[in-house]
Nanobody, 127 residues
Framework: QVQLVESGGGLVQPGSSLRLSCVGS????????MGWFRQAPGREREFVAA????????SLSGSVKGRFTISRDNAKSTVYLQMNSLKADDTGVYYC????????????????????WGQGTQVTVSS
């Protein structure tokens, strides 16, 4: 089990960038595939991005592909979500999630596949 703490959210204007961070503690971070999800007001939580244990493979939802990037630094037990060209539709609470221990090369896009979650960080995109 890993404990996850997100940071980096805030209020930004459309077209801006933000980088979210998620620091893990507890179990061996590099044993876990990681993901980012978000939940907009009045909507269900949705998949945003996923990354394998060592970061060689990533997956992004269609709505963020080309604008967001997921990466990780296992030495720092941290996963990042770089968000560029932000839009109002990107507004929501962003959650970090961990699945593991798992095999190398696997990533997960379904909420039910993750066992550990952070508390979330608010991202608001508004002019």
């Amino acid at each position: 089990q890993v404990q996850l703490v997100e940071s980096g959210g805030g209020l930004v204007q459309p077209g801006s960038s933000l980088r979210l961070s998620c620091v893990g503690s507890g179990d061996t971070f590099s044993d876990y595939a990681m993901g980012w999800f978000r939940q907009a007001p009045g909507r269900e939580r949705e998949f945003v991005a996923a990354i394998t244990r060592v970061g060689r493979k990533t997956s992004l939802s269609g709505s963020v592909k080309g604008r967001f990037t997921i990466s990780r630094d296992n030495a720092k037990s941290t996963v990042y979500l770089q968000m560029n060209s932000l839009k109002a539709d990107d507004t929501g609470v962003y959650y970090c999630a961990a699945r593991g221990p798992t095999v190398t090369g696997a990533w997960y896009t379904e909420e039910r596949e993750y066992g550990d979650w952070g508390q979330g960080t608010q991202v608001t995109v508004s002019s």
